[in-house]
């Protein structure tokens, strides 16, 4: 079964601190990641997509990692401001299903001024 | 440039009553996606659309729910016969082929 698992559920940290989240997936015939971010009752935005060839991606103070060996994506945040509080999810589609997403639970971040 | 849109943005509904939840995807986007947010079971698939492909319809829970998507564009999901375990926020998505995904706002389905 392709599972996506995220540690922590929720994350707390002061202002201006840089910041990783955390993903594993199951199954290696990944074919692309994505992380989004949800404010509360809104929908998803996406932040970045790595391809199954692509080790990274960046976007701003977002840097996005995907290691297919070891099963695990992070994203990284810098310099985190008050603005980043939101949950956040990542994705995983897959080669031999579709290119339906299979989502994290997700984790909330809280960062504090 | 537009965005993918839904609509009602919120819909309470009687148990027993049917449902339409409608999407717009970003024009030219081949591909389309129905998936529910609930509490209990987080964000789960429930249908896609590619082209004029069969639709994959693995994802839905039971056989009161369906979906169609007329001329390639706008989808409606449909929930017959609505139940209180169906209440959820449902999104749409679309992207161009296999590529990243775009959401919309969601509608916010609450069964009395």
């Known amino acids: 079964k392709q599972e996506v698992t995220q540690i922590p559920a929720a994350l707390s940290v002061p202002e201006g601190e840089n910041l990783v989240l955390n993903c594993s997936f199951t199954d290696s015939a990944i074919y692309n990641l994505q992380w989004f971010r949800q404010d509360p009752g809104k929908g998803l935005t996406s932040l970045l997509l790595?391809?199954?060839?692509?080790r990274e991606q960046t976007s701003g103070r977002l840097n996005a990692s995907l290691d297919k060996s070891s099963g695990r994506s992070t994203l990284y945040i810098a310099a985190s401001q008050p603005g980043d509080s939101a949950t956040y999810l990542c994705?995983?589609?897959?080669?031999?299903?579709?290119?339906?997403?299979?989502f994290g639970g997700g984790t909330r971040l809280m960062v504090k001024p | 440039g537009a965005g993918v849109s839904q609509s009602p943005s919120n819909k309470v509904t009687e148990k027993g009553k049917d449902v339409e939840l409608r999407c717009d995807p970003i024009?030219?986007?081949?591909?389309l996606y129905w998936y529910r947010q609930s509490l209990g079971q987080g964000l789960e698939f429930l249908i896609y659309f590619q082209g004029n492909s069969a639709p994959d319809k693995s994802g839905l829970p039971s056989d009161r729910f369906s979906a169609e998507r007329t001329g390639g564009s706008v989808s409606t999901l449909t929930i017959q016969r609505t139940q209180q375990e169906d209440s959820a926020v449902y999104l749409c998505?679309?992207?161009?082929?296999?590529?990243?995904?775009?959401f919309g706002p969601g509608t916010r389905l609450t069964v009395l």
């Open positions: 790595i391809q199954s060839s692509q």
């Open positions: 998505a679309s992207s161009r082929s296999y590529n990243e995904q775009f």
């Open positions: 024009s030219g986007h081949t591909a």
């Open positions: 994705a995983a589609t897959y080669s031999n299903a579709g290119n339906m997403l299979t």
